[in-house]
């Protein structure tokens, strides 16, 4: 069998947990920051865990993760 390619741009996205599930970052956080209150950025800066139902595609396109 051949080897599965990995998607790249998952992989630039996308860690892998220890309890197996994917960790990822926020949007909005990359630019018109003014308008955006102390609180809000700091939230978005945070890594936050990919929801239940995507993480089938998410391990499809990151098979040796």
Do not use: E, W
């Not at 599965?4 to 309890?19: E, P, Q, S, V």
């Not at 809000?40 to 990151?62: E, F, G, I, Q």
């Amino acid at each position: 069998m051949p080897k599965l390619k990995t998607n790249r741009g998952a992989a630039k996205r996308f860690r892998r947990t220890a309890a197996g599930g994917y960790k990822c970052a926020h949007s909005h956080h990359r630019h018109i920051l003014t308008k955006k209150s102390a609180k809000r950025k700091r939230t978005l800066c945070a890594t936050t865990t990919l929801h239940s139902s995507d993480v089938p595609a998410a391990r499809r396109m990151l098979p040796y993760s």
